[in-house]
C-alpha cells in the first residue's frame, strides 16, 4: 500500500486553469500506474485519467481529453494534473488513486489506494 495526500484544489473561473498534486509515500513509487478521479455532487465517482508506472503511457476520459495532463516525477513521488480550460462541469471532488503494476486501467475497482481529495470549483 503506497499513502497518497492531494493538493491543489481550489476555486476558479471558467477557462482558468488549476494544477493538482499527489504526493505518494514509500520507495516504490515507479513500480504503480497513478490515475485521477473525480466525484462531483450527487453524482458517482469517475475516472479522469491515468498515467503508467514509467509515464510513457497515459490515458484520459473523452471529457477532459486535450484539456487536462497528467504526469509524474518518480524522483519525486508525485503525480500531476494539470487542467486548463476548466469548466462549471468539471467543479468535483478530485481522488488520487495507485495500483501496483504498469498496464492502465480505468475502473476505481483497479486502483487499491486511494487519497482523500481536493476540491475544484470552477465558477462560470
Known amino acids: 500500500q503506497v499513502q ?7 476555486l476558479v473561473q471558467a477557462g482558468g486553469s488549476l494544477r493538482l498534486s ?3 509515500s514509500g520507495r516504490t513509487f515507479s513500480s504503480y500506474t497513478m490515475g485521477w ?5 450527487a453524482k458517482e465517482r469517475e475516472f479522469v485519467a ?6 510513457r503511457s497515459t490515458y484520459y476520459a473523452d471529457s ?10 518518480n524522483a519525486k513521488n508525485t503525480v500531476y494534473l494539470q487542467m486548463n480550460s476548466l469548466k462549471p462541469e468539471d467543479t468535483a471532488v478530485y481522488y488520487c488513486a495507485a ?3 504498469r498496464s492502465i486501467v480505468t475502473t476505481e475497482t483497479g486502483f487499491g489506494s486511494w487519497g ?9
Open 4 to 10: 497518497l495526500v492531494e493538493s491543489g484544489g481550489g
Open 22 to 24: 499527489c504526493a505518494a
Open 37 to 41: 478521479f473525480r466525484q462531483a455532487p
Open 50 to 55: 491515468a498515467i503508467s508506472s514509467s509515464g
Open 64 to 73: 477532459v481529453k486535450g484539456r487536462f495532463t497528467i504526469s509524474r516525477d
Open 99 to 101: 495500483r501496483e503494476g
Open 116 to 124: 482523500q481529495g481536493t476540491q475544484v470549483t470552477v465558477s462560470s
